[in-house]
């Protein structure tokens, strides 16, 4: 057993039911609206490092957002 009472595999478990994602993750900086927002304006064709400045946040973050790394739920 492990030191903290349970197994590895439990351990594991339980901490995965304890992610968050999206806006309930208190650290997020964007929420669905601005998600949909960014997607929108790629597709309109506006660039990576555009929305970034509109947004307040970093290109990689915009490349995650549309390559659906990140917000898959939305």
């Given at each position: 057993p492990a030191p903290w009472g349970g197994t590895r595999n439990r351990k594991a478990l339980d901490m995965s039911s304890h992610l968050r994602h999206g806006e309930d993750n208190p650290s997020a900086v964007i929420n669905a609206a601005?998600?949909?927002?960014?997607?929108?304006?790629?597709?309109?064709?506006i660039s990576m490092l555009k929305i970034a400045a509109l947004h307040g946040i970093s290109h990689k973050s915009v490349w995650n957002v549309l390559k659906r790394k990140t917000w898959t739920h939305v």
């Amino acid at each position: 057993p492990a030191p903290w009472g349970g197994t590895r595999n439990r351990k594991a478990l339980d901490m995965s039911s304890h992610l968050r994602h999206g806006e309930d993750n208190p650290s997020a900086v964007i929420n669905a609206a601005i998600v949909l927002d960014i997607r929108q304006r790629w597709k309109d064709g506006i660039s990576m490092l555009k929305i970034a400045a509109l947004h307040g946040i970093s290109h990689k973050s915009v490349w995650n957002v549309l390559k659906r790394k990140t917000w898959t739920h939305v």
